[in-house]
């Protein structure tokens, strides 16, 4: 049984690591406040509690973050790999994923924060292990220098911060950003309509393809889309990197080819403390191309810090 919000689409899905984190989706509402008001925002997540008879009862949750015109299921194969030694949300940011889209509010750092925030306080409530992927590293970044005292460790995996952002898109006229959006769902289901052409293709491939997809069938993905690119996004998070006093474990695809690689070095001499790590035969989202890998060296981090 597959959650009601979820897209017709969804039934095409094949992958059953993907299938598995569907079945588990929730989407609960969360109270937000804002300066305006409080404003409910049915969240997706998933939550993998720890059998109190684990060895690890009392480690630190992990939350996952995940990248730009994403959703969780980039972590589809992750997610399962850490749920044996600690407690896993997996959660759609505002403005992505199956997170519910609310056009009275901006999607933009200062919302992405504050949602985050109400969602750490509400349903977690304590300080956490914060796992951001891409974008998602500059979330957690902004969100551990905002509420220090909600991130026990940061873990930045091939993160936006030093590049990767929008910063001209706050100078863009909106005709051009919804080109731009439109652009982004072509080139996905170009690709999925060319794959599906031809029968020798690899269906893992395809499956990924549709699950890169599937949410751009919620409502109002193209208009968070782009009300986040016309904010700038996380254009002036570079300078405020090395304020950073988590301890901070990068894991990098040592192939990375949205990023590159000269970030990787970057992140590790502006954070205090910091470890690197490249990961082998991964691109720009290892969590999906050597999850076994990523998963190793994440509770190897955890451990060692007593998280």
């Not at 509402?29 to 925002?41: D, K, L, R, S, Y």
């Not at 720890?50 to 972590?75: K, V, Y």
């Not at 999850?291 to 190793?296: E, G, H, L, N, R």
């Amino acid at each position: 049984m597959k959650a009601d919000f979820l897209p017709p689409s969804v039934v095409d899905i094949q992958d059953k690591d993907a299938i598995a984190l569907l079945q588990q989706l929730e989407r609960q509402v969360v109270q937000v406040p804002f300066e305006q008001g409080t404003t409910p925002i049915a969240t997706a997540y998933v939550h993998h509690s720890l059998d109190q008879s684990a060895s690890r009862s009392n480690a630190t949750p992990i939350l996952l973050l995940h990248g730009f015109d994403s959703s969780l299921l980039e972590f589809r194969r992750l997610l399962p790999l850490l749920a044996t030694q600690h407690e896993i949300w997996g959660l759609d940011l505002f403005g992505s994923g199956f997170t519910e889209y609310v056009p009275t509010l901006a999607v933009n750092p200062q919302t992405i924060r504050q949602h985050l925030l109400s969602v750490v306080e509400t349903w977690i409530g304590q300080p956490v292990v914060l796992v951001g992927a891409s974008l998602g590293g500059a979330v957690a970044i902004d969100f551990a220098l905002n509420y220090p005292n909600w991130v026990r460790s940061l873990v930045l995996i091939d993160s936006v911060g030093f590049s990767g952002s929008f910063p001209v898109g706050q100078f863009l006229p909106h005709p051009l950003i919804e080109l731009g959006a439109n652009w982004l769902h072509f080139r996905k289901q170009a690709a999925l309509t060319a794959a599906l052409a031809f029968p020798m293709i690899d269906p893992t491939l395809i499956d990924a393809l549709r699950c890169s997809l599937l949410h751009h069938e919620m409502p109002g993905w193209k208009a968070a889309i782009a009300s986040f690119t016309q904010s700038g996004g996380y254009a002036n998070l570079g300078d405020r990197i090395a304020q950073v006093n988590h301890p901070t474990l990068i894991l990098w695809g040592e192939a990375d080819d949205v990023l590159g690689t000269d970030d990787a070095t970057k992140f590790e001499q502006a954070i205090s403390g910091s470890q690197l790590i490249w990961i082998r035969e991964a691109a720009h989202v290892p969590h999906f191309d050597q999850p076994q890998s990523v998963a190793t060296h994440l509770l190897t981090f955890a451990r060692c810090l007593g998280n």
